[in-house]
Structures are given as structure tokens and as C-alpha cells.
């Protein structure tokens, strides 16, 4: 069953102090690009959220956040008296009193540095397990979006592997008309000439000839990675690298097919092949 890298996950939490959100994006990307982004007081939990992100999520660009909302009356910000009067001191020094007020110093004091102290909250490890569990019900949310994701890609992949199978029918039956073609536009031109030919050496330089555009193995292997296409396709789990990897191999079988054609309507049906195939080309870097 494949996977889409693109998702979005998100839980929220009602603490006794605090209300949480929990939000992982991801896109695709070669390789695990994560981002995490948590409040200080997480901080020594952030390298086993890592952990986990990377062994559940696997690849893509990842942004993971956690968001605190205070919603106790209490506050772990207060205000500095002995700075901010000092601040308020220093400026009654540099301006005239009767020009500004006690109350316009102090909306100017309170903006100076350090006049607001905040006390450094410590890790409630009651409070990071409760923490720990929204996280999993965020990743069993983006996993499930990706799974749905990537349903629309699987049903789009097996109707363009069709699609080419069905081309490659088409280039099949042309081939015995394409090597008819060869044959005697070759003795065509022969005749158009006027010269006497050896008839075994001919036959010879024919047989030469029409090896050198035989697409038989071709066609055998294209066959064989649509079918390993399917097949991968349809493992318990997603590996867009490999589908990647096979897509590259039919791309390959596809164009030597294109270059030995030497016949129009033959031509016409590679092209075909080549169309469908860069579709899936497009969508599989979005696989996980």
C-alpha cells in the first residue's frame, strides 16, 4: 500500500493550565527534511519527538510544531519593580517634567529590556505523557491522510500501466508491418539505383539490418516492468524510491524501442507509451 509524503496531522489537548496543539505538515522531498519547533521547557524531549517522527513519517519535508495557549488566571511573566523605577529615573533626567507624565515613562519603561522577568517553567513529566499521547494521535493522523492521499495516485498508476500495456500491444502487432516496410523500401532503393546485386549478400546485409532494429527484448522487458510495477505497487509497504527506479528502467525500454522503430505508426504508439509515462514520472516523487 503506498503512501503520499504529502499530509497533516493535528491533535489539541485541554491541560489543567494550558490548552496544546500538536501539528506536523509534511511534503515530498528525496530524503527526511525534519523540522521541529516546541516551547524550551519541551526542549530535552525534542531529540525522542525526532525519534519517533523519523521512524513513523520515513521521508519527506516535515514540519512539526507544538503550540501553548495559557488559559490559567496565573502568569509566569511579571514585572521588574526596581528596573522599570530605574528606567522611569533616568528618564525624568533626560526631558522635561512637565512634558511627560508618570504614566507615558512607565508605558516607555516597561519596553526596555528586562523589565519583564519570566520564570523558567519546569518539565512536568505527568504533563509531557499526556503531551506524548496527543503526539501519537497526531502521527496516526497524518499517516491516515497519507494513506487516503496516495489512494487517488495508486488507482491513477494502475490506469496508465493499462494504458501502456495497451500501446505495447499496438507496437507489437505493427511489427511484422514495420519489418515488411524495411524490406522493401530497402530493395526500393536497390532498384532505384540500377545496379546488379548479389542476391545472398543481400539476404546478408537484410538479416544485419533488421537485427540491428529488432525490438523483441524490448518489448519482453517492458512487459516485465509493467508487471514488477504492479507488483510493487501492491507490497504492504510503500517504497516510491523503488517504483522510482522502475519507472527509470521502462523509460529506458521505451526509448530504445522509439530509436529502432523506423516506422511512423510505430512511432506514433511510443510516443503514447512515452505521454502516460511521464505522468506516473510526475506523481511518483510524491510516494513515499
Given at each position: 500500500?503506498?503512501?503520499?509524503?504529502?499530509?497533516?496531522?493535528?491533535?489539541?489537548?485541554?491541560?489543567?493550565?494550558?490548552?496544546?496543539?500538536?501539528?506536523?505538515?509534511?511534503?515530498?522531498?528525496?530524503?527526511?527534511?525534519?523540522?521541529?519547533?516546541?516551547?524550551?521547557?519541551?526542549?530535552?524531549?525534542?531529540?525522542?519527538v525526532r525519534k519517533?517522527?523519523?521512524?513513523?513519517?520515513?521521508?519527506?519535508?516535515?514540519?512539526?510544531?507544538?503550540?501553548?495557549?495559557?488559559?490559567?488566571?496565573?502568569?509566569?511573566?511579571?514585572?521588574?519593580?526596581?528596573?522599570?523605577?530605574?528606567?522611569?529615573?533616568?528618564?525624568?533626567?533626560?526631558?522635561?517634567?512637565?512634558?511627560?507624565?508618570?504614566?507615558?515613562?512607565?508605558?516607555?519603561?516597561?519596553?526596555?529590556?528586562?523589565?519583564?522577568?519570566?520564570?523558567?517553567?519546569?518539565?512536568?513529566?505527568?504533563?509531557?505523557?499526556?503531551?506524548?499521547?496527543?503526539?501519537?494521535?497526531?502521527?496516526?493522523?497524518?499517516?491516515?491522510?497519507?494513506?487516503?492521499?496516495?489512494?487517488?495516485?495508486?488507482?491513477?498508476?494502475?490506469?496508465?500501466?493499462?494504458?501502456?500495456?495497451?500501446f505495447l500491444e499496438?507496437?507489437?502487432?505493427?511489427?511484422?508491418?514495420?519489418?515488411?516496410?524495411?524490406?522493401?523500401?530497402?530493395?526500393?532503393?536497390?532498384?532505384?539505383?540500377?545496379?546488379?546485386?548479389?542476391?545472398?549478400?543481400?539476404?546478408?546485409?537484410?538479416?544485419?539490418?533488421?537485427?540491428?532494429?529488432?525490438?523483441?527484448?524490448?518489448?519482453?522487458?517492458?512487459?516485465?516492468?509493467?508487471d514488477y510495477f504492479?507488483?510493487?505497487?501492491?507490497?504492504?509497504?510503500?517504497?516510491?524510491?523503488?517504483?522510482?527506479?522502475?519507472?527509470?528502467?521502462?523509460?529506458?525500454?521505451?526509448?530504445?524501442?522509439?530509436?529502432?522503430?523506423?516506422?511512423?505508426?510505430?512511432?506514433?504508439?511510443?510516443?503514447?507509451?512515452?505521454?502516460?509515462?511521464?505522468?506516473?514520472?510526475?506523481?511518483?516523487?510524491?510516494?513515499?
Open positions: 500500500m503506498i503512501q503520499s509524503m504529502t499530509g497533516y496531522g493535528k491533535s489539541v489537548l485541554q491541560l489543567p493550565t494550558k490548552k496544546v496543539t500538536i501539528e506536523i505538515k509534511s511534503l515530498n522531498s528525496k530524503n527526511l527534511d525534519l523540522n521541529v519547533r516546541i516551547p524550551s521547557y519541551y526542549k530535552e524531549k525534542e531529540l525522542a519517533k517522527l523519523a521512524s513513523a513519517l520515513l521521508r519527506g519535508k516535515v514540519d512539526f510544531s507544538i503550540f501553548v495557549e495559557m488559559t490559567a488566571d496565573e502568569t509566569s511573566t511579571t514585572v521588574n519593580p526596581g528596573v522599570v523605577k530605574e528606567y522611569m529615573q533616568q528618564l525624568r533626567k533626560m526631558i522635561e517634567a512637565d512634558t511627560s507624565t508618570d504614566i507615558e515613562l512607565l508605558k516607555m519603561a516597561v519596553k526596555m529590556p528586562d523589565a519583564l522577568k519570566t520564570e523558567r517553567e519546569e518539565l512536568d513529566e505527568t504533563e509531557w505523557s499526556t503531551i506524548a499521547k496527543g503526539i501519537e494521535l497526531a502521527i496516526k493522523d497524518i499517516v491516515q491522510y497519507r494513506i487516503d492521499e496516495a489512494a487517488s495516485l495508486e488507482i491513477d498508476f494502475k490506469q496508465r500501466i493499462v494504458n501502456i500495456k495497451a499496438e507496437v507489437n502487432d505493427l511489427d511484422g508491418d514495420r519489418i515488411d516496410n524495411v524490406k522493401t523500401r530497402l530493395q526500393k532503393a536497390i532498384d532505384e539505383l540500377k545496379v546488379e546485386t548479389d542476391e545472398n549478400r543481400f539476404e546478408q546485409e537484410l538479416i544485419y539490418y533488421l537485427e540491428k532494429l529488432d525490438i523483441n527484448e524490448e518489448k519482453v522487458r517492458l512487459a516485465n516492468h509493467l504492479l507488483e510493487t505497487l501492491a507490497s504492504p509497504e510503500s517504497n516510491g524510491k523503488k517504483l522510482g527506479f522502475i519507472v527509470q528502467e521502462m523509460g529506458r525500454e521505451i526509448n530504445t524501442t522509439g530509436s529502432k522503430a523506423n516506422f511512423a505508426p510505430m512511432q506514433k504508439a511510443v510516443i503514447q507509451m512515452k505521454n502516460e509515462l511521464e505522468q506516473i514520472k510526475e506523481q511518483i516523487l510524491n510516494v513515499l
